[in-house]
């Protein structure tokens, strides 16, 4: 006989059919009722034992987190929660759980919440919670390859060992096999030209300019992988190790940009309400609970079935960064002294000031545009008025900045410029200004920091939790 999946079970399964599933226990109650969880749905297969005509050594190790194989027939349900359940003929046992290790730690995460879990690699798995959470997170992945290639779009496999800094932040992790001990050295400095690679070299934190290259021949590219940054920010929406998609395009200005983005996100919103119902549901529900036990102004404002819907049915709000300063100047908070760090054109936005602009004043989300180009990378078009740059940033309510991209600095001379003012080396970048030299053109794109973006469709409010093996300062366990 054939295991069928539960998913499939509970959906096209016919009563009288005979049935074979295979899962982990989740409970097993009055000796006759155990709930069956496989991973196919958030849904458990209720499957009723006739204890009396069986084997008792067998059902004492029906506890939960054990995994077994159930055969039976498929019966109408006489109990309330669900429409069918399996009448069971034959259980046998997969693997034992040890009831009392399980007590210590599967049946305690109500108690000690996301955090303990983290701790848990494997267990963090069975949960609801997280099993919503990444099937959620593959329907993303999968929505974003749809919508792209739907679109003619290349996906563009881009390195993860590159020499270059494509933000130019300096936030890198060296990648070397030389001996961390006793490094050759020359001239008092590691002598790099005898590692692997014959030069420095690091794990990637975008990989944009070489998706420029590919944009400025195959037109329109994307790449989806992960990136790596070492910034010491140990905050609930940074990782050391995200993943990125960003889309590049040939001959798109910053509008064409704005508008790629915006229908983008709105895609992927109405993928998860279309495609992901019941997970969705579940963490609907779990966050109105929460909110119900929370103080009225630390409540969301909207749920989560209603955020999304309202990103996929509102325009984004479309405002420059010299009109935000503006607004920001105009604020309750501002004038009142509420926030924390000063408002100064130039200044970078803190994320109490782009909270302010997407939860409070324009309540939607927001793309802004245009900023100093001091605050912003090397390779962002220089704008007619000399300060600004062809940037755009977009922030989503309880996320801030979800994406960031520009229109590319197309003219040599100008980049070459920039590159100065920035202290990077054209040496370093010779392959990049090639793109330049032959046949530039104007062409623009974005990146999208894709656990934020499961963080906003979940509802979730720590980017640990979005992401199967997070990777933080001070933490690569497992
Ligand atoms: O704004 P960022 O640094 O832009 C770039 O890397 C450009 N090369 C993108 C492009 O134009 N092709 O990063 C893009 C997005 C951010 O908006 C944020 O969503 C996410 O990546 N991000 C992070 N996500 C998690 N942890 C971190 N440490 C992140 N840093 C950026
Ligand atoms: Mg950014």
Redo the contacts with the bound molecule.
């Keep these: 006989m054939k295991r069928e999946k539960i998913a499939d079970v509970l959906s096209n399964g016919q009563v009288g059919n005979d049935v074979l599933v295979k899962g982990w226990v989740r409970s097993f109650r009055a000796n006759r009722f155990i709930a069956i969880n496989d991973g196919s749905t958030i849904k458990n297969i209720q499957a009723v034992v006739d204890f009396e005509n069986f084997d008792e050594t067998i059902l004492k190790r029906i506890t939960t987190a054990s995994a077994i194989a159930v055969k039976g027939k498929i019966v109408e349900s006489q109990g309330a929660g669900q429409a069918i359940e399996i009448e069971v003929v034959d259980v046998e046992i997969l693997g034992d759980a040890n009831p009392e290790e399980v007590q210590k730690t599967v049946m305690q995460p109500r108690k000690h919440g996301l955090e303990f879990l983290r701790e848990q690699a494997h267990l963090r798995f069975r949960t609801n919670t997280f099993g919503a959470v990444f099937r959620i997170r593959h329907a993303v992945a999968y929505a974003i390859h749809k919508f792209f290639n739907d679109q003619g779009f290349y996906y563009l496999h881009t390195p993860i060992v590159t020499g270059s800094d494509?933000?130019g932040?300096g936030e890198m992790f060296r990648v070397t096999n030389l001996d961390p001990v006793n490094p050759p050295m020359l001239d008092g400095e590691v002598d790099y030209s005898q590692d692997f690679f014959g030069k420095p070299v690091n794990l990637t934190?975008?990989?944009?300019l070489e998706?420029e290259l590919g944009a400025l021949a195959l037109g329109q590219v994307y790449t989806f992988g992960p990136?790596f940054?070492a910034?010491n920010?140990n905050t609930s929406?940074?990782?050391?190790e995200?993943w990125?998609i960003?889309?590049?395009v040939a001959f798109n200005d910053l509008k064409d940009n704005m508008d790629l983005t915006e229908d983008f996100l709105k895609y992927i919103a109405q993928y998860v309400l279309d495609n992901c119902a019941d997970d969705l549901q579940f963490l609907h529900d779990r966050e109105v609970k929460e909110d119900s036990q929370k103080p009225t102004a630390e409540r969301n404002e909207m749920n989560l079935i209603d955020r999304l819907k309202f990103v996929v049915e509102n325009e984004f709000k479309r405002l420059t960064y010299t009109e935000a300063i503006e607004v920001l100047k105009r604020s309750k908070p501002y004038k009142k002294k509420k926030f924390q760090y000063d408002v100064e054109w130039g200044i970078d936005l803190q994320s109490e000031h782009e909270r302010y602009l997407v939860e409070k004043e324009f309540k939607c989300p927001v793309i802004l545009t245009d900023y100093p180009a001091e605050i912003k990378?090397f390779y962002m078009r220089q704008n007619d008025d000399g300060k600004t740059v062809a940037a755009m940033?977009?922030l989503f309510p309880g996320i801030g900045?979800?994406?960031?991209?520009?229109q590319r600095e197309e003219r040599l001379d100008v980049l070459k410029s920039k590159m100065a003012d920035f202290d990077i080396p054209e040496e370093e970048l010779w392959w990049y200004l090639d793109t330049r030299k032959f046949g530039t053109v104007p062409h623009a794109?974005?990146?999208?920091?894709?656990?934020?973006?499961i963080m906003f469709v979940t509802g979730m409010t720590n980017?640990r939790d979005v992401i199967p093996f997070p990777r933080t300062p001070q933490n690569a366990e497992f």
């Design positions: 494509a933000e932040a934190v975008s990989g944009q998706a990136t940054r910034e920010s929406r940074h990782l050391a995200f990125m960003e889309p590049e990378a940033d977009v900045e979800i994406v960031g991209g520009s794109g974005f990146g999208l920091g894709f656990e934020r973006m980017i």
